[in-house]
């Protein structure tokens, strides 16, 4: 059976089918009301807000630590990265051979220009 331009135009417009989505609370599936529902119902609504807004908080809370950070903090975060550094370095860990590294100019370890 041959369809015409009209039967397509038809099928596109009116009669389209409608997917489902999984509810961001439950895990069921429901027919979506508009593009933007994520929730199957006004009670999953108001617990992805709240959710949302907590973890908008968290965000905000952690950038705000990171803001107050004193300078002692920082440097006590650096102390233990070097510290850890010299510990792999002297115990054989970083030492590099001159045909495996491309930093070196012939000399046994690690050249920083």
Same mark, same amino acid.
């Not at 015409?4 to 509810?23: H, W």
């Not at 905000?60 to 440097?75: C, M, P, V």
């Given at each position: ?10 099928? /596109? ?16 599936? $429901? ?5 933007? #529902?994520?929730?199957?119902? /006004? ?7 709240? &959710?949302?807004?907590?973890? @908008? ?13 004193? #300078?002692? @903090?920082?440097?006590?975060?650096? &102390? ?27 000399? &046994?370890?690690?050249? $920083?220009?």
């Amino acid at each position: 059976m041959k369809r015409s331009p009209m039967d397509k135009i038809k099928n /596109t417009s009116l009669e389209q089918k409608i997917r489902l989505r999984k509810c961001a609370i439950w895990p069921i599936k $429901f027919t979506p009301r508009g593009m933007g #529902h994520k929730t199957c119902c /006004t009670e999953c609504a108001i617990l992805y807000v709240a &959710q949302q807004k907590e973890k @908008a908080d968290k965000k905000d809370t952690d950038r705000r630590k990171l803001a107050i950070k004193k #300078h002692s @903090a920082w440097e006590g975060e650096l &102390q233990a990265i070097v510290n850890k550094y010299v510990r792999i370095r002297d115990s054989g860990g970083l030492v590099y051979h001159a045909e495996r590294c491309a930093l070196s100019d012939g000399r &046994q370890g690690i050249i $920083f220009p």
